[in-house]
Protein backbone atom coordinates (compact mmCIF):
# COMPACT_ATOMS: atom_id res chain seq x y z
CA UNK A 1 0.00 0.00 0.00
CA UNK A 2 1.27 3.43 -0.91
CA UNK A 3 0.23 6.64 1.36
CA UNK A 4 -1.22 8.28 -1.89
CA UNK A 5 -3.91 4.68 -1.91
CA UNK A 6 -5.16 6.60 1.36
CA UNK A 7 -5.84 10.44 -0.19
CA UNK A 8 -9.31 8.96 -1.32
CA UNK A 9 -10.56 6.05 0.81
CA UNK A 10 -12.38 6.46 3.76
CA UNK A 11 -11.20 5.02 7.10
CA UNK A 12 -13.18 2.37 9.07
CA UNK A 13 -13.78 5.10 11.93
CA UNK A 14 -14.96 8.01 9.17
CA UNK A 15 -18.06 5.38 7.64
CA UNK A 16 -20.86 7.44 9.72
CA UNK A 17 -21.73 3.48 11.06
CA UNK A 18 -22.57 1.51 14.57
CA UNK A 19 -24.42 2.29 17.39
CA UNK A 20 -25.43 6.03 17.91
CA UNK A 21 -23.17 6.61 15.16
CA UNK A 22 -25.10 10.54 15.03
CA UNK A 23 -23.51 11.27 18.40
CA UNK A 24 -20.56 9.13 18.38
CA UNK A 25 -18.41 9.16 15.32
CA UNK A 26 -15.93 6.77 16.17
CA UNK A 27 -14.74 4.74 18.87
CA UNK A 28 -10.82 4.10 19.84
CA UNK A 29 -8.53 2.41 22.10
CA UNK A 30 -4.74 2.63 22.34
CA UNK A 31 -2.70 0.47 24.54
CA UNK A 32 1.46 1.68 25.05
CA UNK A 33 3.67 -1.12 25.53
CA UNK A 34 7.72 -1.18 25.68
CA UNK A 35 10.50 -3.62 24.79
CA UNK A 36 13.05 -4.61 26.96
CA UNK A 37 15.70 -4.52 24.35
CA UNK A 38 15.97 -0.87 24.60
CA UNK A 39 15.40 2.09 26.81
CA UNK A 40 12.32 3.89 26.94
CA UNK A 41 12.45 6.38 23.68
CA UNK A 42 13.13 9.68 25.79
CA UNK A 43 16.70 7.93 26.46
CA UNK A 44 17.54 6.33 23.52
CA UNK A 45 19.92 7.02 21.19
CA UNK A 46 19.65 6.04 17.38
CA UNK A 47 21.22 2.78 17.47
CA UNK A 48 18.78 1.38 20.25
CA UNK A 49 15.73 3.35 18.49
CA UNK A 50 16.98 1.56 15.05
CA UNK A 51 17.21 -1.86 16.32
CA UNK A 52 13.43 -1.60 17.58
CA UNK A 53 12.44 -0.36 14.55
CA UNK A 54 13.89 -3.33 12.84
CA UNK A 55 12.25 -5.66 15.96
CA UNK A 56 8.91 -4.30 15.15
CA UNK A 57 8.93 -4.62 11.07
CA UNK A 58 10.14 -7.99 11.80
CA UNK A 59 7.44 -8.87 14.36
CA UNK A 60 5.15 -7.45 11.74
CA UNK A 61 5.10 -9.41 9.29
CA UNK A 62 4.43 -12.45 11.57
CA UNK A 63 1.13 -11.33 12.64
CA UNK A 64 -1.95 -12.40 10.44
CA UNK A 65 -3.77 -9.40 11.25
CA UNK A 66 -1.27 -7.07 10.19
CA UNK A 67 -0.68 -8.72 6.83
CA UNK A 68 -2.17 -6.23 4.40
CA UNK A 69 -0.57 -2.94 6.67
CA UNK A 70 2.35 -0.88 5.39
CA UNK A 71 5.37 0.00 7.28
CA UNK A 72 6.07 3.73 7.07
CA UNK A 73 9.25 5.70 8.00
CA UNK A 74 9.12 8.70 8.68
CA UNK A 75 12.54 10.17 7.88
CA UNK A 76 11.39 9.28 4.56
CA UNK A 77 8.29 11.23 4.22
CA UNK A 78 8.02 15.00 4.13
CA UNK A 79 6.08 17.38 6.38
CA UNK A 80 3.09 17.27 4.22
CA UNK A 81 2.49 13.36 4.20
CA UNK A 82 3.15 13.07 8.18
CA UNK A 83 0.90 15.55 8.47
CA UNK A 84 -1.48 14.23 5.91
CA UNK A 85 -1.20 10.59 8.70
CA UNK A 86 -1.81 13.10 11.58
CA UNK A 87 -5.15 14.74 9.66
CA UNK A 88 -6.30 10.98 9.15
CA UNK A 89 -5.61 10.16 13.10
CA UNK A 90 -3.26 7.61 12.45
CA UNK A 91 -0.43 9.08 14.43
CA UNK A 92 0.00 11.96 16.83
CA UNK A 93 1.22 15.40 16.25
CA UNK A 94 4.53 14.56 18.51
CA UNK A 95 4.93 11.82 16.75
CA UNK A 96 5.35 13.65 13.35
CA UNK A 97 7.39 16.53 14.59
CA UNK A 98 10.82 14.86 15.08
CA UNK A 99 10.66 11.86 12.52
CA UNK A 100 14.06 10.47 13.12
CA UNK A 101 14.14 7.23 14.65
CA UNK A 102 10.15 6.94 14.03
CA UNK A 103 7.59 4.80 11.95
CA UNK A 104 4.24 4.10 11.93
CA UNK A 105 2.52 1.05 10.96
CA UNK A 106 -0.97 1.39 9.18
CA UNK A 107 -3.29 -1.34 8.27
CA UNK A 108 -5.01 -1.49 4.85
CA UNK A 109 -8.82 -0.31 5.86
CA UNK A 110 -7.33 2.15 8.97
CA UNK A 111 -8.58 0.28 11.62
CA UNK A 112 -5.43 -0.46 13.36
CA UNK A 113 -2.47 1.73 13.22
CA UNK A 114 0.78 1.44 15.60
CA UNK A 115 2.83 3.88 16.18
CA UNK A 116 6.77 2.92 17.10
CA UNK A 117 9.11 4.42 18.91
CA UNK A 118 6.35 7.46 20.07
CA UNK A 119 6.62 8.37 23.93
CA UNK A 120 6.45 4.45 24.21
CA UNK A 121 7.96 2.25 22.14
CA UNK A 122 4.55 0.97 20.96
CA UNK A 123 1.26 2.54 20.75
CA UNK A 124 -0.78 0.21 19.28
CA UNK A 125 -4.59 1.82 18.05
CA UNK A 126 -7.56 0.22 16.97
CA UNK A 127 -10.48 2.69 15.56
CA UNK A 128 -14.13 1.71 14.53
CA UNK A 129 -17.33 3.74 13.45
CA UNK A 130 -19.89 4.44 16.36
CA UNK A 131 -20.10 3.96 19.55
CA UNK A 132 -18.39 0.58 20.12
CA UNK A 133 -15.78 0.32 22.59
CA UNK A 134 -16.18 -3.17 23.63
CA UNK A 135 -15.68 -4.28 19.88
CA UNK A 136 -12.85 -1.72 19.04
CA UNK A 137 -10.79 -3.58 23.08
CA UNK A 138 -11.69 -7.03 21.14
CA UNK A 139 -9.68 -5.86 17.90
CA UNK A 140 -6.42 -4.16 19.60
CA UNK A 141 -6.30 -6.89 22.71
CA UNK A 142 -5.77 -9.55 19.98
CA UNK A 143 -3.60 -7.58 18.28
CA UNK A 144 -1.56 -6.90 21.47
CA UNK A 145 -2.08 -10.65 21.76
CA UNK A 146 -0.11 -11.68 18.60
CA UNK A 147 2.78 -8.41 19.00
CA UNK A 148 3.32 -9.70 22.61
CA UNK A 149 4.43 -13.30 20.83
CA UNK A 150 6.93 -11.92 18.47
CA UNK A 151 8.29 -9.20 20.84
CA UNK A 152 9.89 -9.17 24.53
CA UNK A 153 7.45 -6.27 26.77
CA UNK A 154 8.36 -4.81 29.67
CA UNK A 155 6.15 -5.99 32.27
CA UNK A 156 5.88 -6.61 35.94
CA UNK A 157 3.24 -8.52 37.89
CA UNK A 158 3.90 -5.86 40.43
CA UNK A 159 3.00 -2.69 38.16
CA UNK A 160 1.72 -4.30 34.70
CA UNK A 161 3.17 -2.70 31.61
CA UNK A 162 5.96 -0.45 32.24
CA UNK A 163 5.80 3.37 30.52
CA UNK A 164 7.56 6.03 29.62
CA UNK A 165 4.57 8.18 31.66
CA UNK A 166 3.55 6.96 35.02
CA UNK A 167 -0.07 7.78 34.55
CA UNK A 168 -0.24 5.18 31.84
CA UNK A 169 1.64 1.93 33.62
CA UNK A 170 -0.63 -0.84 34.56
CA UNK A 171 -3.02 -1.82 31.62
CA UNK A 172 -0.97 0.82 29.74
CA UNK A 173 -4.39 1.36 28.12
CA UNK A 174 -6.27 4.56 27.26
CA UNK A 175 -9.93 4.37 25.54
CA UNK A 176 -11.49 7.38 23.96
CA UNK A 177 -15.05 8.24 21.60
CA UNK A 178 -15.59 10.94 19.77
CA UNK A 179 -18.77 12.62 20.34
CA UNK A 180 -20.36 15.16 18.45
CA UNK A 181 -22.05 17.65 21.00
CA UNK A 182 -23.51 21.08 19.15
CA UNK A 183 -26.67 20.55 21.27
CA UNK A 184 -25.02 21.06 24.37
CA UNK A 185 -22.68 23.61 23.11
CA UNK A 186 -25.94 25.77 21.92
CA UNK A 187 -27.82 25.15 25.13
CA UNK A 188 -24.97 26.03 26.97
CA UNK A 189 -24.50 22.97 29.27
CA UNK A 190 -21.41 21.76 27.43
CA UNK A 191 -19.50 23.42 30.80
CA UNK A 192 -20.89 21.61 33.28
CA UNK A 193 -20.99 18.59 31.39
CA UNK A 194 -17.20 19.15 31.20
CA UNK A 195 -16.74 19.77 35.00
CA UNK A 196 -18.21 16.31 35.41
CA UNK A 197 -16.28 14.89 33.16
CA UNK A 198 -12.99 16.21 34.74
CA UNK A 199 -14.28 15.43 38.22
CA UNK A 200 -14.91 11.69 36.98
CA UNK A 201 -11.27 11.43 35.98
CA UNK A 202 -11.60 11.66 32.21
CA UNK A 203 -10.29 13.91 29.95
CA UNK A 204 -12.03 16.04 27.18
CA UNK A 205 -9.95 17.38 24.17
CA UNK A 206 -10.24 18.48 21.27
CA UNK A 207 -10.16 16.92 17.46
CA UNK A 208 -6.83 16.14 17.48
CA UNK A 209 -6.90 14.51 21.00
CA UNK A 210 -4.24 15.72 23.39
CA UNK A 211 -2.92 19.66 23.13
CA UNK A 212 -5.64 20.62 20.91
CA UNK A 213 -8.82 22.45 21.00
CA UNK A 214 -12.27 21.50 20.41
CA UNK A 215 -13.26 22.50 17.01
CA UNK A 216 -16.98 21.70 15.23
CA UNK A 217 -18.63 21.25 18.72
CA UNK A 218 -16.56 17.66 18.30
CA UNK A 219 -14.68 16.16 21.88
CA UNK A 220 -12.71 13.35 22.44
CA UNK A 221 -13.11 11.62 25.60
CA UNK A 222 -10.94 9.68 27.24
CA UNK A 223 -9.96 7.77 30.19
CA UNK A 224 -6.86 9.91 32.54
CA UNK A 225 -5.36 7.11 34.47
CA UNK A 226 -5.01 3.64 34.05
CA UNK A 227 -3.03 2.19 36.86
CA UNK A 228 -4.98 0.11 39.85
CA UNK A 229 -7.77 -0.53 37.21
CA UNK A 230 -8.42 -3.08 34.53
CA UNK A 231 -9.05 -2.85 30.91
CA UNK A 232 -12.88 -3.97 32.22
CA UNK A 233 -13.06 -1.31 34.23
CA UNK A 234 -11.93 0.98 32.21
CA UNK A 235 -14.57 -0.22 29.49
CA UNK A 236 -17.20 -0.71 31.70
CA UNK A 237 -16.54 3.10 32.99
CA UNK A 238 -16.16 4.63 29.60
CA UNK A 239 -19.46 2.90 28.22
CA UNK A 240 -21.41 4.65 31.78
CA UNK A 241 -20.21 7.81 30.88
CA UNK A 242 -20.63 7.92 27.00
CA UNK A 243 -24.32 6.61 27.61
CA UNK A 244 -25.34 9.69 29.90
CA UNK A 245 -23.61 12.10 27.65
CA UNK A 246 -25.39 10.89 24.76
CA UNK A 247 -28.70 10.87 26.67
CA UNK A 248 -27.93 14.59 27.36
CA UNK A 249 -27.16 15.30 23.83
CA UNK A 250 -30.25 13.78 22.42
CA UNK A 251 -32.21 15.22 25.15
CA UNK A 252 -30.56 18.89 24.31
CA UNK A 253 -31.58 18.54 21.11
CA UNK A 254 -35.04 17.81 21.41
CA UNK A 255 -35.50 21.02 23.07
CA UNK A 256 -33.79 22.84 20.70
CA UNK A 257 -36.53 21.43 18.27
CA UNK A 258 -39.24 22.03 20.71
CA UNK A 259 -38.53 25.35 22.04
CA UNK A 260 -36.21 26.90 19.14
CA UNK A 261 -36.83 25.37 16.06
CA UNK A 262 -37.11 28.54 13.83
CA UNK A 263 -33.20 29.14 15.24
CA UNK A 264 -31.70 26.11 14.92
CA UNK A 265 -32.93 25.98 11.37
CA UNK A 266 -31.86 28.92 10.43
CA UNK A 267 -28.34 28.34 11.79
CA UNK A 268 -28.86 24.79 9.92
CA UNK A 269 -29.67 26.55 6.81
CA UNK A 270 -27.37 29.55 6.87
CA UNK A 271 -24.18 26.69 7.54
CA UNK A 272 -25.58 24.86 4.77
CA UNK A 273 -26.18 28.21 2.40
CA UNK A 274 -22.41 28.79 2.92
CA UNK A 275 -20.70 25.69 2.51
CA UNK A 276 -22.59 25.33 -0.99
CA UNK A 277 -21.34 28.84 -2.54
CA UNK A 278 -18.27 30.05 -0.74
CA UNK A 279 -14.75 30.68 -2.66
CA UNK A 280 -12.93 31.55 0.17
CA UNK A 281 -13.43 29.43 3.23
CA UNK A 282 -10.71 28.61 6.33
CA UNK A 283 -10.46 25.01 7.81
CA UNK A 284 -11.88 26.35 11.17
CA UNK A 285 -14.80 27.98 9.76
CA UNK A 286 -15.53 24.91 7.35
CA UNK A 287 -15.58 22.73 10.44
CA UNK A 288 -18.23 24.93 11.78
CA UNK A 289 -20.07 25.07 9.69
CA UNK A 290 -20.04 21.54 8.52
CA UNK A 291 -21.18 20.71 12.70
CA UNK A 292 -24.35 22.67 11.69
CA UNK A 293 -24.98 20.98 9.01
CA UNK A 294 -24.55 17.46 10.43
CA UNK A 295 -26.67 18.38 13.34
CA UNK A 296 -29.33 19.34 10.71
CA UNK A 297 -29.26 16.26 9.39
CA UNK A 298 -29.22 14.23 12.38
CA UNK A 299 -32.07 15.81 13.13
CA UNK A 300 -34.21 15.77 9.91
CA UNK A 301 -34.01 19.19 9.11
CA UNK A 302 -31.96 18.47 5.94
CA UNK A 303 -32.59 15.27 3.85
CA UNK A 304 -30.26 13.42 0.75
CA UNK A 305 -27.25 14.34 2.51
CA UNK A 306 -24.68 11.35 3.24
CA UNK A 307 -23.78 11.35 6.89
CA UNK A 308 -20.20 9.20 5.64
CA UNK A 309 -19.52 12.19 2.83
CA UNK A 310 -20.10 15.16 5.82
CA UNK A 311 -17.73 12.86 7.76
CA UNK A 312 -15.21 12.87 4.93
CA UNK A 313 -14.87 16.08 4.62
CA UNK A 314 -13.63 17.21 8.13
CA UNK A 315 -10.74 15.10 7.19
CA UNK A 316 -10.62 16.06 3.27
CA UNK A 317 -10.59 20.09 3.54
CA UNK A 318 -7.40 19.70 6.46
CA UNK A 319 -4.09 21.36 5.20
CA UNK A 320 -2.22 18.82 4.12
CA UNK A 321 -5.33 16.59 2.54
CA UNK A 322 -5.81 19.29 -0.27
CA UNK A 323 -2.22 19.63 -0.96
CA UNK A 324 -1.85 15.67 -1.64
CA UNK A 325 -5.04 15.81 -3.70
CA UNK A 326 -3.63 18.87 -5.78
CA UNK A 327 -0.12 17.19 -5.37
CA UNK A 328 1.66 20.22 -4.49
CA UNK A 329 2.40 22.60 -1.98
CA UNK A 330 -0.50 25.29 -1.31
CA UNK A 331 -0.29 28.52 0.37
CA UNK A 332 -2.81 29.38 3.13
CA UNK A 333 -4.61 31.66 0.28
CA UNK A 334 -4.62 28.85 -2.71
CA UNK A 335 -5.41 25.86 0.27
CA UNK A 336 -8.83 28.60 1.31
CA UNK A 337 -9.88 28.99 -2.46
CA UNK A 338 -8.80 25.29 -3.13
CA UNK A 339 -11.04 23.64 0.11
CA UNK A 340 -14.32 25.88 -0.81
CA UNK A 341 -13.78 24.59 -4.73
CA UNK A 342 -14.08 20.82 -2.99
CA UNK A 343 -16.89 21.51 -1.15
CA UNK A 344 -19.04 23.03 -3.61
CA UNK A 345 -17.86 19.96 -5.79
CA UNK A 346 -18.88 17.04 -3.19
CA UNK A 347 -22.27 18.89 -2.65
CA UNK A 348 -23.07 19.39 -6.25
CA UNK A 349 -26.92 18.86 -7.25
CA UNK A 350 -27.89 19.04 -3.60
CA UNK A 351 -30.49 21.08 -2.86
Known amino acids: ?22 IVLSSRIR ?35 LKNATFFRLNEMDNIDRQFLVERHLMSHDHATNPQGKAVIVSAEEALSIMVNEEDHLRIQAMQSGFNIDGTWEVVNALDNA ?12 WGFLTACPTNTG ?38 GEGTQAAGNFYQISNQVSLGHSELDIIQN ?17 ALLLQNKSVLEDKVCRAWGTLKSARIISSQ ?59 REKFQNKS
Open 285 to 343: ETIELLSMVRLGVDVGLLTDLDPKALNELFIMIQPAHLQKIEGKKLTTAERDTRRAQLI
Open 147 to 158: LSEQLPYAFTPE
Open 171 to 208: TAMRGSVMVHLPALVMTRQINKVLGAIQKLSFAARGFY
Open 31 to 65: LARNLTLAPFTNRSEKPAMDEVLKAVEAAMHNVPM
Open 238 to 254: INGLIRQIIEQEEQARQ
Open 1 to 22: MELNDLIHGTGEWLKGTGPHAH
